[in-house]
């Protein structure tokens, strides 16, 4: 029974394409995270919810919307898909905010 | 502002040998930090946290307030801790958890 499960787990669409990824947790955790790693590997928060309620929005284009229907869900849609969107997406969740966060196997998406 | 630098890209040793992550970070606050492991094809695992002061798999990390670091260290590598190691400092101010660049440990046999 997988904690945080993300799907698709791989991506390839257009430039120009609308698409979404979607995450769920079955932890009964109040907050959810989606991380955005380079190809550098490099790790950065892009939104956190808590109990379905938008907390963190970091400097990301509002291409990218996520959207939480409830506690168990946060998914991210994004328009007009961009050659630099290209990275492995992650998602993850956390009892309380700072918690240990337990993480999603990543959706890598590459935009051709 | 909050900041977590991990100087190395590529630690490499042989097995057995010692091993030392390196990482600083920059708050003024009171830090909550936290080593993350990213083995090949899996997903970021959380190895352990400064709070908890405990020994995961033999690593064990102390938070140094004066040189602000939580240098991750093992005494003797295994092969099997070959992985992408991230530390990351939490905010309860931000409410974010800020990753470093993340070091990747070879052990080589």
């Known amino acids: 029974d997988t904690a945080v499960s993300q799907t698709p787990k791989y991506l390839v669409t257009q430039m120009g394409n609308d698409k979404s990824i979607k995450c769920e947790q079955n932890?009964?955790?109040?907050?959810m995270y989606w991380y955005k790693q380079d190809s550098k590997k490099f790790l950065k928060i892009m939104f956190s919810y808590n109990n379905k309620e938008l907390i963190i929005n970091e400097t990301v284009p509002n291409r990218f919307s996520p959207k939480s229907p409830d506690k168990a869900h946060l998914n991210l849609h994004i328009n007009s898909l961009e050659l630099g969107d290209s990275a492995v997406y992650f998602c993850?969740?956390?009892?309380?905010?700072?918690?240990?966060?337990?993480f999603g196997s990543g959706t890598r998406l590459t935009v051709v | 502002a909050q900041r977590v630098t991990q100087p190395e890209k590529l630690l490499s040793v042989f097995k057995g040998a010692p091993v030392e992550l390196k990482c600083n970070y920059s708050y003024s606050g009171s830090p909550e930090l936290f080593w993350y492991v990213q083995y090949s094809r899996q997903r970021l695992q959380l190895l352990l946290r400064h709070i908890s002061r405990e020994s995961i798999k033999g690593f064990t990390a102390d938070l140094n307030k004066g040189e602000t670091s939580f240098h991750l260290k093992k005494p003797f590598a295994q092969e099997e801790d070959s992985a992408m190691y991230y530390c990351a400092h939490g905010s309860s101010n931000t409410g974010k958890l800020i990753f470093g660049q993340g070091t990747t440990l070879q052990v080589k046999p």
């Open positions: 993850a969740s956390s009892q309380r905010e700072l918690d240990g966060y337990t």
């Open positions: 932890l009964g955790h109040d907050t």
